[in-house]
């Protein structure tokens, strides 16, 4: 149990729900062991509004864009609460294995299926890291909805979904099969807060 990011958590639990109050339901669907966090992104803060709806008791790991961790204070202070950088936009393998050493030995891991801020659902559609990750640890998905376009003072809903592993035809999923599970675990995001991911044709 990571204490340093108990206590973090535990101070800023009282200022986060001040400045973006939250609706938190379905808590109950954490399952038991390691799992892929899998919420929408649409604001900085969404990091820290899931780890408070989760609470202190249930660590993260977070996998977070290299560029956050080179000024070094803010490195040690993203890695002593359990998060660990990926460079974007290539195969990052020393991340992957740290994520996949996380996820086997019972960790949580935070991660955006979107890979970056979206204004709109569906805007750039999911990517297929959250379900490699998931293919290869034997680990479930948990659809997370995290509230639309956040404001300070007013209310956001935070809604885990029920945890569920993907399945494939072979032993590996292909191109077709990586794409369609990202797109389906973008509808099941969204639909928890009641909206539509965008199709294709639609954006």
């Not at 609460?81 to 992957?96: M, T, Y």
């Not at 909805?145 to 809903?157: A, D, I, S, T």
């Not at 990202?182 to 909206?195: D, K, P, S």
């Amino acid at each position: 149990m990571n204490r340093f990011y108990q206590v973090v958590l535990t101070l800023l639990t009282p200022f986060v729900h001040i400045l973006f109050p939250m609706k938190i339901e379905g808590v109950e669907n954490l399952p038991e062991g390691g799992a892929l966090i899998c919420p929408n992104h649409s604001h900085a803060a969404d990091p820290v509004l899931v780890a408070v709806a989760m609470g202190p008791r249930v660590p993260i790991c977070v996998m977070g864009k290299a560029q956050l961790f080179r000024f070094p204070p803010l490195g040690w202070l993203f890695r002593k609460l359990g998060a660990f950088p990926v460079e974007r936009g290539g195969n990052d393998l020393g991340a992957i294995k740290t994520a996949l050493k996380g996820l086997q030995s019972g960790k949580k891991l935070l991660i955006f299926p979107e890979g970056t801020r979206v204004d709109h659902p569906g805007e750039t559609g999911g990517k297929g890291g959250a379900v490699l990750l998931s293919l290869r640890s034997g680990t479930p998905l948990v659809p997370v909805y995290c509230g639309g376009r956040k404001k300070f003072l007013h209310r956001n809903k935070v809604i885990f979904g029920k945890p569920y592993l993907p399945t494939i035809a072979g032993r590996r999923p292909t191109p077709e099969e990586n794409q369609a599970i990202a797109a389906e675990l973008m509808e099941r995001i969204y639909a928890l807060g009641g909206e539509r991911a965008l199709g294709e044709g639609q954006r």
